[in-house]
């Protein structure tokens, strides 16, 4: 079968870091012979390192890899200092407001608001190195101040996405017994205020007992509630704190920050990153992947509370000493030129987004592309879950000018970076497909038992090398890391890392991602756990039992779908609505489910075991083709099917 595949703009390859195959093939060959010598290499390069490491990789205590043994470094120098010498006066964050206002932050003032942030949390708030402090902030550049002054003092960062709600926040606080959180008034979404400092006074009356103080930066000036002695203002403290904040000295293995995820089973957990490591690859990937010019201007439009922003907004692109633009708003408003109007005005040379805002740019705008100046733009970049060939497609076409390299990144919150992708001078591209492992990166697709598949049959997607920017650890639950990313699977002796995603490799070499294996569903680019929306589905006194399924969706990649059965004499009319506010609540707007459903029973084997594949079938209103005669109740297969149908 001959695939439609686009190859590199000669004018690109000419320029690039990597400039075709020959010499991908020839680093990823380099990185198979000699695997500690081909990081050791990037690493003494890229790392401006303040003491010597020892070794490159420690695999002695497998799963618990370490990497660059005794090193020192501080990743704000990595990010600030170190390139005051000759970068002081290049615009580090270009900041563009929901309402158009735009300032330019310089490497020197991201200096000196760093350093003077890093000041107040270490002398006024006392925190310390490896105390945790939890954000919960929009996307300001106060956001990114506070992430660079925690690594600073050497403090662990843990941001939580401001559309989490109450108790999610609260459950994130509990578990890193953090000890400061730092928000916002709120901020501006669409041309209003929306406020978010409430959601933090709820959760901490309701516990995070460890937390002994609030400071909040003020963005929109709305009225908020005040808790005396407990809320400091960010604004009026920080004018008076001193311009200079050594940096701590940190172990290249001393964590970075948590970020919280789904997995698919219990609650969201830590997942732990490391110093050097990560902050290598990041930057690695930022030069590779986005092939990074001195002068460029990057986008990346996620939001700072998840991995993207936190690699591909903030530590990436200024340890690559590169101009990063942080939008406050949404792509879509005041209309669907929005996103263009910003890349032509910025003179955007990389833009990095999801699927979801693809197709819904598309939906709204077809033909807004056109109504800009798009020249700038060299590549573009799409993360977080499969894109379907006619949003690719449009990308490329409308939205590159078929000129720009598409890189279909895969990876994952416990990646920290870039795995899988196209390089814009390199690979020769094809729709909705993440083509080939990164230098450094072994990726293969295997059995549950480690074999690997032949060419065209889906498997496991698995990572059999340790690689340096990989997550240490779920925090504070060593036995959980090792059982949800190193199951059985075993390659020469060694544990491999299973991602939860299906691939298919061609005849070609070429990786397609087919989407999570496990309890996961990804909606809009969000990561959820089926079992974290049953667990909150569950706290409703007339709910017996409940089930929740991904379905397809057109514009969110997949939606949430929910079966529930009611308790003996409860009688539920506005079941929908009812669930979906305390969804809300437990978690989250984003995990409102699209349909809920009322069954009389689940489809269970005579184990007990819910068949979640019928499910999902009915779901998509896909013929059954399971056998179900070995059911407790074949028949309420059909009694399900009607119910959806009318649903
Ligand atoms: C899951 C990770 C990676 C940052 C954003 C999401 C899915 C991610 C792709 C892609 C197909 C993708 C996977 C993965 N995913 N990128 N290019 N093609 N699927 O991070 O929340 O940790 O989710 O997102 O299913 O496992 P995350």
Same mark, same amino acid.
């Given at each position: 079968m001959i695939k439609e595949t686009f190859n590199p703009n000669p004018e690109l390859a000419a320029n690039a870091a990597i400039k075709n195959m020959d010499e991908y093939w020839a680093l990823q060959n380099k990185a198979l012979e000699d695997y500690e010598g081909f990081w050791k290499e990037y690493a003494d390069e890229k790392i401006d390192w303040l003491a010597p490491y020892d070794q490159v990789l420690d695999e002695s205590d497998a799963p618990f890899y370490k990497w660059f043994i005794n090193g020192k470094l501080n990743v704000s120098n990595q990010c600030i200092d170190r390139h005051l010498a000759d970068k002081a006066d290049k615009t580090a964050i270009l900041f563009e407001g929901d309402r158009g206002d735009v300032e330019q932050i310089t490497y020197a003032q991201l200096s000196l608001r760093v350093n003077r942030m890093a000041n107040l949390l270490r002398n006024e708030f006392g925190v310390g190195k490896g105390d945790r402090v939890v954000l919960y902030m929009p996307m300001i550049p106060e956001a990114a101040y506070a992430m660079l002054a925690c690594a600073r003092i050497g403090a662990i960062h843990s941001i939580v996405f401001g559309g989490f709600s109450t108790e999610a926040l609260k459950d994130r606080i509990e578990d890193a017994e953090a000890k400061l959180v730092i928000t916002a008034d709120g901020a501006y979404r669409k041309g209003k205020p929306y406020m978010l400092k409430q959601v933090v006074d709820d959760a901490l009356s309701q516990g995070g007992k460890s937390v002994e103080a609030v400071l909040v930066v003020k963005r929109n000036n709305e009225e908020i509630n005040w808790i005396e002695g407990r809320d400091h203002d960010y604004n009026e403290l !920080?004018?008076?704190?001193?311009a200079e904040c050594p940096f701590e000295l940190m172990d290249s293995e001393d964590p970075l920050f948590l970020l919280y995820t789904s997995g698919s089973t219990g609650k969201p957990k830590g997942v732990q990153h490391a110093s050097a490591g990560y902050i290598l690859w990041a930057q690695m990937t930022m030069e590779w992947v986005f092939d990074l010019k001195e002068d460029d201007v990057y986008w990346c439009t996620?939001? !700072?509370?998840?991995i993207t922003g936190h690699t591909y907004i903030v530590y990436g692109p200024l340890a690559a000493g590169t101009t990063t633009l942080m939008f406050e708003g949404v792509p879509t408003y005041p209309d669907a030129g929005r996103a263009w109007k910003m890349v032509q005005d910025h003179k955007i040379n990389q833009f990095y987004t999801a699927p979801t805002a693809i197709r819904v740019l598309h939906k709204m705008g077809e033909h807004e592309p056109e109504k800009y100046d798009l020249s700038s733009l060299k590549v573009l970049g799409t993360v977080g879950e499969p894109i379907d060939p006619p949003a690719w497609k449009w990308y490329y076409e409308t939205v590159g000018n078929s000129k720009c390299a598409i890189v279909d990144t895969w990876w994952q919150t416990e990646t920290g970076g870039h795995m899988i992708s196209p390089l814009p001078g390199a690979t020769p591209i094809r729709p909705g497909c993440a083509t080939f492992a990164l230098p450094g990166i072994i990726a293969e697709v295997i059995d549950p038992d480690g074999t690997s598949k032949k060419v065209g049959e889906t498997g496991l997607l698995c990572i059999t090398r340790p690689w340096p920017s990989m997550i240490r650890n779920i925090w504070g639950d060593p036995e959980r890391y090792k059982k949800a990313y190193f199951g059985d699977a075993v390659k020469d002796g060694k544990p491999v890392y299973f991602s939860g995603d299906g691939a298919v490799v061609d005849e070609d070499g070429y990786i397609t991602i087919t989407g999570r294996v496990d309890d996961v569903i990804n909606v809009s680019g969000h990561r959820m756990g089926t079992a974290e929306i049953e667990a909150a589905v569950k706290k409703d006194d007339s709910v017996a039992e409940v089930a929740v399924v991904g379905r397809p969706h057109e514009i969110k990649g997949e939606s949430i779908f929910i079966y529930i059965v009611l308790k003996e004499g409860h009688i539920n009319k506005d079941i929908k609505n009812h669930i979906n506010a305390l969804l809300a609540a437990e978690i989250g707007n984003i995990a409102k489910a699209d349909h809920i459903i009322e069954v009389p029973g689940l489809p269970k084997t005579r184990s007990g075991k819910i068949m979640r594949r019928i499910l999902r079938s009915i779901a998509k209103h896909e013929e059954i083709t399971q056998d179900i005669s070995t059911l407790e109740d074949p028949s309420i297969v059909k009694e399900i099917e009607t119910k959806a149908r009318e649903a």
């Open positions: !920080i004018t008076s704190q001193h996620a939001d !700072i509370g998840w």
